[in-house]
């Protein structure tokens, strides 16, 4: 549930859960079940009270919300967001770049050609996932990309973070 539904929007949801036979019993905020699923209510309910940061950035939207947790249960103290910040603009500027390297290397323009900039675009997406865990090198490899030439690059994760420098810093604003 969008942490920003106002009442009708709730109460769409609920008629809707109803409408199919669900028998809905409480709506909940996303940072509700970040909380949930990893277990933080109950991995630090014996540390006293505790302040976490929950940090989303998600395909489309960015949010950050600040949750106190005490013997297991867990109130939301705020929330902000950023409807225009998302994990898909990781991924344009991932695009945009792999594109500057193909054009550079081939002397060839993918940009009117959208089943290459699908392709490349499942590529980055695939890659920017990587670099956002534990891995710090990942490769960009496509067959026949473009014209039957084929595309390989590497990016390690600090390129990765000088491409999206703007994006991170726009993200500091809610926190």
């Given at each position: ?17 109803v ?6 019993m ?96 499942t ?10 865990s ?42």
């Open positions: 549930m969008s942490a920003y539904f106002n009442d009708s929007q709730r109460q769409a949801t609920k008629d809707m859960g409408i199919v036979g669900l028998n809905v409480r709506i909940i905020n996303e940072p509700t079940p970040v909380v949930i699923a990893y277990d933080l209510d109950r991995k630090i309910a014996s540390q006293g009270e505790k302040n976490v940061m929950i940090f989303y950035l998600g395909g489309g939207t960015f949010y950050v919300s600040l949750i106190t947790i005490e013997e297991g249960m867990f109130e939301v103290k705020a929330t902000d967001r950023d409807t225009h910040l998302g994990g898909e603009d990781l991924e344009n500027c991932m695009v945009n770049h792999f594109m500057k390297e193909f054009k550079r290397t081939h002397k060839k323009d993918i940009i009117g050609n959208a089943k290459a900039l699908h392709r490349l675009r590529t980055c997406e695939r890659a920017k996932r990587a670099l956002l534990a891995i710090t090198r990942t490769t960009i490899e496509i067959n026949s990309l473009y014209e039957g030439i084929n595309f390989y690059s590497t990016i390690i994760r600090d390129q990765f973070k000088e491409l999206n420098i703007d994006l991170f810093k726009k993200s500091m604003d809610p926190i």
